[in-house]
C-alpha cells in the first residue's frame, strides 16, 4: 500500500523549505564571514573541510541503508528490528568514524601543508581536529535523522536540521567576534552536537528506543554490511570529487578562487538540496511501488522528472542570469571570478540534477551497480582532466574538468536506467519541452552578451531582470502541465522493472 499522500507531500515540501532555509542561513553566514575573516580565510576553511570530509568514507552507505530497511521494517510493522537496526547501525558508525578519523588525521595535516600557503597552515591545523570531530558527531547523528527518514517523519527531522543551522549563524557571529576563525570551529562543533541530540531524543520519544540497551543484531549488521559495502565504493568516488577539486583550486588557481567556488557551490549545493532532500523524502514511497504488483516505479520516475527539470531550470536558470546582482548583494561588489565561477558550475549542477530520479530509484531498489560506475566515471574524468586542465588552464580548467566528469556520470545513469526500463527521451521531450529549449538556451545567449554592449549597471541590471521574468513564464507555461505529480500518488499503474 501507498504511503498516506498527506504524509508525503508534508515531507517534501518540508524537505524543500529546510534546505531553502539552510540556504539563507548560510547566505548571511558567508557575508558575514567575508567581512570578519575575508576570502582566503574562508577558502582555507574549505579546504579543511572537504580534506577531513575524507572522513565521511566511513559512512559507506549505512545511512542509506538505514532510511531504507527503516522503511522496510515500518511496513512490516515489525518495531522490534527498528530497535535493533537504530543500535546497530550506531555502533557501526562509532566504531567505523573514530577508528578512520584516527588514521586520517596525520594524513591531512600532510595534504594541507602541500596546497596551502604556509602562512595559512597554522590556522588550517588549528581548526582541522574540531572539523575531524564534527565529523564523527554527525555521523552518529545521521542514524537518528535517517530512523526519522525511514520512518516518515523527515518533516521532524527538517525541522531539527532547520533549527541548527539558525544556531550555526547566531553562534558563528558570537564566537567569532570573539575567538576569530578559530570561533568558526566552535560553532559548527556546537551545531553537530545539538543536531544529535535532538535527533536522539525524538527517535527515542518517537519509538519508546532505549540507546543504553544492548540491541546489537548480526542479521541486521550482515543486511546492512550486505547493502552498503557496494555505497563503499559510491561514497569513495564521490566524497573524494569534492576535496580534489579544492586542492586543485587551491594549488593551481589559489586561496581567493577557491573561496569563491565555495560561495558558488554552496549556493548551488542548496538548490540541489531543495530537489535530493524531497527526493530522498520518496524512497519508502518508491519502496511501497516497488513491491506494489500494481504501482508502475518507471510511471513515478517519468513524471518527478518533469518536476526535477521545471526546478533545476528555474532555480540555475534564475542563480545564472541574476549572479552579477547576487555578487553584489553577497560579496559586495561585482566579482568577476565569482559570477564566471557560478554560472559555469551551474550547467554542472543542472546535468547532475537531472539525475536524481534514476539515481533514488536505483538506491531504493537496491541496484548499486550502475552508481559505483557513475561514481567511478565522474571521480577518475575529474581527476584527469582537473590536473591537466588546471595545469594549462588554471582555476577555470578545472570548473570544466567538473562540468565534464560530472556530465559524464549522470548522463550514464540516466542511459543505464531508461534503457533497463525501455524508455526512450523522445516518449520525455514533447514539442512544447523543445520549443521552451530553445528559448531558454537563446535567453542564456543573450546573458553573455548583453554586458558586451551594456556598460551602464543600472540598464544592465533592469534587462538581466527582463530575462529572468522571460525564463520563468517560458518554464511556467511549459511545465505547468507535466506537474500533476500528486495523483500519482492517488492513481496506480502496472509495474515495471527498475533493472538488476
Not at 115 to 137: H, T
Not at 184 to 213: D, E, M, T
Not at 235 to 247: Q, V
Not at 443 to 456: E, G, S, T
Amino acid at each position: 500500500m501507498l504511503q498516506n499522500k498527506k504524509m508525503v507531500l508534508l515531507n517534501v515540501f518540508s524537505s524543500a523549505g529546510q534546505v531553502v532555509l539552510v540556504g539563507l542561513v548560510y547566505f548571511f553566514l558567508y557575508k558575514f564571514l567575508l567581512k570578519s575573516i575575508g576570502i582566503e580565510l574562508l577558502g582555507v576553511w574549505s579546504v579543511v573541510l572537504s580534506t577531513s570530509s575524507i572522513a565521511s568514507l566511513a559512512n559507506a552507505g549505512v545511512t542509506t541503508s538505514v532510511v531504507r530497511f527503516a522503511a522496510i521494517y515500518v511496513g512490516d510493522a515489525d518495531k522490534t528490528k527498528l530497535h535493533r537496526l537504530t543500535f546497530t547501525a550506531t555502533i557501526i558508525m562509532v566504531v567505523l568514524f573514530v577508528f578512520i578519523c584516527a588514521v586520517l588525521y596525520p594524513f591531512a595535516g600532510y595534504i594541507l601543508h602541500n596546497i596551502i600557503d604556509a602562512k595559512y597552515i597554522g590556522d588550517a591545523m588549528a581548526i582541522l581536529p574540531f572539523s575531524i570531530l564534527c565529523f564523527i558527531v554527525n555521523a552518529v547523528g545521521g542514524v537518528y535523522a535517517s530512523i526519522l527518514d525511514g520512518t516518515q517523519k523527515n518533516y521532524i527531522r527538517n525541522i531539527i536540521f532547520s533549527t541548527s543551522s539558525v544556531l550555526l549563524l547566531i553562534l558563528s557571529i558570537l564566537l567569532v567576534n570573539r575567538f576569530g576563525f578559530k570561533g568558526l570551529a566552535y560553532a559548527q562543533l556546537a551545531q553537530s552536537i545539538y543536531s544529535l541530540s535532538i535527533c536522539l531524543l525524538v527517535v527515542a520519544q518517537r519509538l519508546q528506543y532505549n540507546p543504553f540497551k544492548w540491541n546489537w543484531d548480526k542479521s541486521i549488521f550482515k543486511d546492512i554490511y550486505a547493502y552498503s559495502i557496494k555505497f563503499q565504493f559510491i561514497s569513495f568516488a564521490s566524497m573524494l570529487n569534492e576535496p580534489l577539486t579544492k586542492g586543485l583550486l587551491a594549488k593551481y588557481g589559489g586561496l581567493a578562487i577557491t573561496g569563491y567556488y565555495e560561495m558558488a557551490n554552496r549556493l548551488l549545493m542548496q538548490l540541489k538540496g531543495v530537489v535530493a532532500n524531497a527526493y530522498q523524502s520518496l524512497i519508502p514511497v518508491i519502496i511501497s511501488l516497488a513491491k506494489d504488483k500494481e504501482a508502475s516505479v518507471s510511471a513515478f520516475y517519468s513524471k518527478t522528472l518533469y518536476l526535477v527539470c521545471f526546478i533545476s531550470l528555474s532555480g540555475i536558470g534564475m542563480l545564472a542570469l541574476a549572479a552579477g546582482i547576487i555578487s553584489n548583494v553577497w560579496i559586495g561588489h561585482y566579482e568577476p571570478i565569482f559570477v564566471t565561477v557560478l554560472q559555469l558550475l551551474g550547467i554542472s549542477f543542472f546535468i547532475n540534477l537531472l539525475n536524481i530520479p534514476a539515481y533514488f530509484t536505483f538506491m531504493s531498489v537496491g541496484n548499486l551497480n550502475t552508481l559505483i560506475v557513475s561514481h567511478i566515471i565522474m571521480a577518475v574524468v575529474n581527476a584527469l582532466l582537473g590536473v591537466i586542465l588546471g595545469y594549462y588552464f588554471s582555476g577555470i580548467g578545472i570548473i570544466i574538468a567538473i562540468i565534464i566528469a560530472t556530465a559524464a556520470g549522470s548522463l550514464y545513469t540516466i542511459l543505464v536506467y531508461q534503457q533497463l526500463n525501455k524508455i526512450g527521451f523522445t516518449s520525455l521531450i514533447d514539442s512544447n519541452l523543445k520549443i521552451a529549449f530553445s528559448v531558454l538556451a537563446t535567453l542564456l545567449v543573450a546573458m553573455y552578451i548583453i554586458p558586451v554592449f551594456i556598460k551602464d549597471n543600472f540598464w544592465n541590471y533592469t534587462a538581466n531582470s527582463l530575462l529572468v521574468a522571460g525564463f520563468m513564464v517560458t518554464i511556467y507555461f511549459t511545465f505547468l502541465k507535466q506537474l500533476d505529480i500528486v495523483s500519482l500518488l492517488k492513481n496506480k499503474t502496472q509495474p515495471v522493472n527498475a533493472g538488476n
